[in-house]
């Protein structure tokens, strides 16, 4: 006859105190953040494969407000698996209040792109109206979540630009992740987004920009929409797209020519 565990007291693990809070971090310039937004999403996923760097597109998420684009600084929520000794979800109003998912909220700043870990799944709503709510009044400008969010036909209204997998009637941690830390690192949609990092998220999808990079993506951003600007109006008057998209070396001799004549 198998032993009757049911009554044996679960026993929290020692030193394990939530949420866990990463180290302080840099949001990125505004001026960094102005020069941008003429990029988007599909350019900067282009421009940083290019410089070395495969794995920017947030897979899974998709917008739900069409037409919306935004350029922010990352600010991160990472939900972790339950455990029952640890966190189980249980007494879930008083036990939500005090961890990462109200304490990530009080530390938004204007401008902030909110990105969630959750693992792409599809139960758990990590976060409903209310929060959705706070985060506008605080100047948060868009919410990239790997999983899905509640509350939609009432998020809708409050018009946040928003990436998620789906929609659910379920609260945080009613299933079976737990909201553990904040500003930390985080995987979302299979890519890594420090905090501090910057998303451009728009109707291709979000993309995450190394900090450290987003400079030089501005710059060659401009250079590449330049002789994009060439190449459109020569292919809408018939030009060889072998000739003007790509360049080659003949269409870029042409397309010099029309850029110092421009800036003459």
């Known amino acids: 006859m198998a032993e009757d565990l049911t009554d044996v007291q679960l026993i929290p693990p020692k030193n394990m105190q939530l949420p866990i809070e990463g180290p302080a971090y840099d949001r990125p310039d505004a001026q960094l953040i102005e020069d941008l937004q003429i990029v988007g999403s599909a350019t900067a996923s282009a421009m940083l494969h290019r410089m070395g760097i495969r794995q920017t597109f947030i897979q899974g998420p998709l917008p739900r407000k069409p037409g919306s684009k935004v350029v922010g600084s990352a600010i991160t929520l990472q939900f972790m698996p339950q455990r029952e000794d640890v966190a189980s979800g249980q007494a879930q109003e008083n036990v939500e209040k005090r961890t990462a998912l109200w304490a990530v909220f009080a530390d938004v700043k204007p401008g902030d792109i909110l990105c969630v870990q959750a693992f792409g799944d599809l139960y758990t709503g990590c976060l409903g109206e209310m929060l959705a709510t706070f985060f506008k009044t605080q100047g948060g400008i868009g919410i990239v979540v790997d999983g899905c969010v509640r509350d939609w036909p009432h998020i809708q209204e409050i018009d946040i630009p928003l990436w998620t997998k789906g929609f659910t009637p379920n609260f945080a941690s009613q299933s079976h992740l ?55 109006m020569k292919l809408t ?26 800036e003459s």
């Open 178 to 232: 737990f909201p553990w830390a904040y500003n930390v690192p985080v995987a979302v949609g299979g890519v890594l987004i420090l905090p501090g990092d910057i998303i451009i998220a728009d109707d291709d999808g979000a993309v995450v920009v190394p900090a450290q990079m987003a400079s030089i993506v501005a710059q060659k951003t401009r250079e590449h929409e330049d002789w994009e600007t060439f190449s459109r």
């Open 237 to 262: 008057e018939g030009g060889s797209l072998y000739k003007y998209y790509p360049l080659n070396e003949e269409g870029r001799r042409e397309y010099e020519a029309w850029r110092q004549q421009r």
